[in-house]
């Protein structure tokens, strides 16, 4: 069983920061791609960032320059550096990994940002 635990969402002013953590635990067979995803109400899911085993981020345009996408393999941990945070990034995020046979979720992590 994997579990994917997630960390880091809050309330913040616009302009602010906010770092979100999500490790990966249990029986995980070759991590590929680590990442994060968004989904307000009634929405689809989207994705936000992404990073290959290799350490290749790709951004969605809406926050690329403003959020970095980092993992740490030896934890099979997968963090978000979210800065100059706007209201409209308020969502539930989402923490994604990929193995070799297998796509999982974490719980969802709620962004709040306030004008």
């Known amino acids: 069983q994997v579990r994917l635990v997630e960390s880091g969402g809050g309330s913040v002013q616009a302009g602010g920061s906010l770092r979100l953590s999500c490790a990966a635990s249990g029986s995980i067979f070759e991590i590929k791609t680590m990442g994060w995803y968004r989904q307000g109400p009634r929405k689809q899911r989207t994705l936000v960032a992404r990073i290959t085993t290799g350490n290749t981020p790709i951004y969605a345009d809406s926050v690329q320059g403003r959020f970095t996408i980092s993992r740490d393999n030896a934890k099979n941990t997968v963090y978000l550096q979210m800065s100059s945070l706007k209201p409209e990034d308020t969502d539930v995020y989402y923490c994604?990994?990929?193995?070799?046979?297998?796509?999982?979720w974490g719980q969802g992590t709620q962004v709040t940002v306030s004008s």
């Open positions: 994604n990994v990929r193995d070799s046979y297998n796509n999982y």
